[in-house]
């Protein structure tokens, strides 16, 4: 799973004091959760060391993976706070065992727990006794980093709240779901793990106090991780709803309640939502240019009259409309549409724009940062309107109804022309007015359990779990958006043909044509499952026509399960073993995730 090589760093709106400040005075909780998180990383350290001395002292395959699951679990208790401070060391400790991206395209080979667990599951090989050794090496290196971090840095309450916060987020997006022990299938059991420390974590803010709930919410979500381990048995509706939702639910409120001072960000998942379902729970300003250019009602009505008119395209013949259709989920039915002259198709089929607002980046290989930069592409590509943003800037200047439009939706400016940004923004908010985060799905998790029969209930389950969607198309967005920061949109390789009689590889490179790297050859950005009902047909390039067969490709291990030659798919090609019955779970499930 490739960090798309666009991590967007959230702007900071309002400051209210230095971050890691030296003069801070001594404050309890504070003190106490950095010293004991020192403690834990020295115990992550023992358990390396005892990795360590199992590989070079020839251990069985038993015992060496009851250290490795040992080290996992002591990870697991740092986690919350080295994934919320230390991001960029944390994912090489516990990251997806795939090459690494820097923003300046350094590439860092796979390394961590995860390779690790390669190497170790299903069977442990001797032969890969010296590339254990290096690896558990450069485990212990970065985990001194992270130790390095703490000694030097103040933990500050409110970040420690926020923190464990997105612990919950994690455990129920991605902890669940086996995001991260794949092989070793320990999930429950580690997700227990975090939900235990979380707790010995806020004890420290509610002894003797009125805690909401907290405390009890984070012991039953422990208990029934611990009772519940099988895998593919597991919950997760019943889980997120009765267990996760009540914790992160009592957690906002004494937060509220206790008065911290807060440093507020920009950020997609608002600070302030107490569940991922909240309705208000995403901000949709998140990836706007800057403040200045955040949705206003008349930016919105602005955007969604450029959006249906043709002015923008070189041959005034098209809008957006023609291809985005508001009546078809804002997509046009076909494999690809024709191109601006007619006589050819456009390169890929169009995506739905519902809730496109919400991602880090925007295209099927994630070349737009925004979608004002993804307004500019759009009207200057020659195949689809092969227009000029210049030339449609002074055309909508000289139209005296969008100059009033204009100047009264952008109106701190003495202005003498439409500047093109504004034009690009004025869509940017009409898209960004099309977050719809209200299906039948989401209401069940707001608390509506009769808003999901149980046919669509065991389809989430299997979504999150047998059929290990929930590990590509993350809750709750069900696209490649990372939680729980959602600040970088994955890409993944799933070998799509090129027809469905011509099973050899879709020759469309994807993210490699953006950033020529081995390991970006066919990746493409994990599109949204929301509203997949009405959007068919179905990938980059409009191959499968039906849910159905998207299930049927899924079943049998993406394109290399089904023989085609892809060396890179990130995609486990082990069939799903699917029951038709649970096929059809799976799409009624599918279903539930329609906007109304
Ligand atoms: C000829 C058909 C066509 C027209 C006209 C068109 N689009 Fe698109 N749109 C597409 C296709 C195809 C893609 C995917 C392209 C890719 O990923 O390389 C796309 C992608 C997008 C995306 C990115 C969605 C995502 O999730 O990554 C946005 C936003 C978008 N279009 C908005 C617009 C706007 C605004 C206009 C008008 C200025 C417009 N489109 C005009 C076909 C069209
Ligand atoms: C390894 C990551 C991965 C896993 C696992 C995965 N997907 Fe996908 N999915 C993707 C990517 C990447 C795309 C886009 C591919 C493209 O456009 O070529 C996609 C596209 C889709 C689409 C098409 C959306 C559209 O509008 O074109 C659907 C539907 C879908 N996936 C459903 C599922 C279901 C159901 C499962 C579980 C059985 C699943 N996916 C598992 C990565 C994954």
Known sequence: MFRAGLIISVFLIITGYSFFSATKPADIPEQIIKQRLLLQIDSLFADIHNLQSAI????????LQQVFLHTRLSYKKIEWAAEYFTPNISRF????????????GQVFDPRGLQVIEGELYPKYNLKYRKQLIAQTKQLADDVADIKTYFKKIDLYNWQVFDAIKLEMFRIITLGIAGFDDPLSENSMG???????????????????????????????AANYLQKNTAFNNFNPALFITRYGNPVTISLTKLQQHSNLPVVK?????????????????????????????????????????????PVLSGTA?????????????????????????GKGTIARNTPTLLNAALQPALFYDLRAASLEDQA?????SKTEMHGDMKISATKLWQDKQYRELFTAAYPNKSRTAIDTLEVMNALGSYIRSLITLNSRFDQYMQGNEK????????????????????????????????????NRIEAEVIGVPKSKTDKSIDPDMGLYAIQPLPHYK????????????????????GVFTTLEEVIDFYNKGGGAGEGIRVNNQTLTATPLHLTEKEKKELIAFIKALDSK
Do not use: W
């Not at 070079?56 to 015992?63: I, P, S, V």
């Not at 400790?93 to 300046?104: D, I, K, R, T």
């Open 56 to 63: 070079n002292g020839k251990a069985t395959q038993t015992e």
């Open 93 to 104: 400790v516990n990251g997806p065992p795939v090459p690494e991206v820097e923003l300046s």
């Open 190 to 220: 580690e997700s227990a793990t975090s939900v235990i420390n979380l707790k010995d974590v806020m004890a420290n803010y509610t002894q003797n106090k009125n805690d909401y709930g907290l405390n009890s919410a984070l012991t039953a």
């Open 265 to 309: 960000y920009n950020r997609l998942l608002n600070q302030s939502a107490s569940t991922l379902f909240d309705k208000d729970a995403f901000n949709v300003n998140a990836y706007a240019p800057s403040p200045e250019y955040f949705v206003t009602d008349k930016r919105i009505a602005l955007g969604k009259k450029l959006f249906a008119d």
């Open 317 to 341: 013949s098209r809008s957006c409309a023609s291809c985005h259709k508001p009546n078809m989920a804002f997509t046009d039915g076909l494999v690809k549409n024709i191109d601006i002259t």
């Open 376 to 380: 500019l592409a759009v009207v200057q």
């Open 451 to 486: 808003a999901m029969n149980r046919t669509e209930l065991n389809g989430f389950n299997l979504f999150m779990g047998k059929a290990r969607c929930g590990t590509c198309h993350y809750m709750p967005l069900f696209n490649g958006t990372f939680p729980p920061k959602f």
């Open 522 to 541: 066919y990746a493409f950005k994990t599109t949204t499952v929301r509203n997949a009902a009405q959007t068919a047909p179905y990938m980059h390039n």
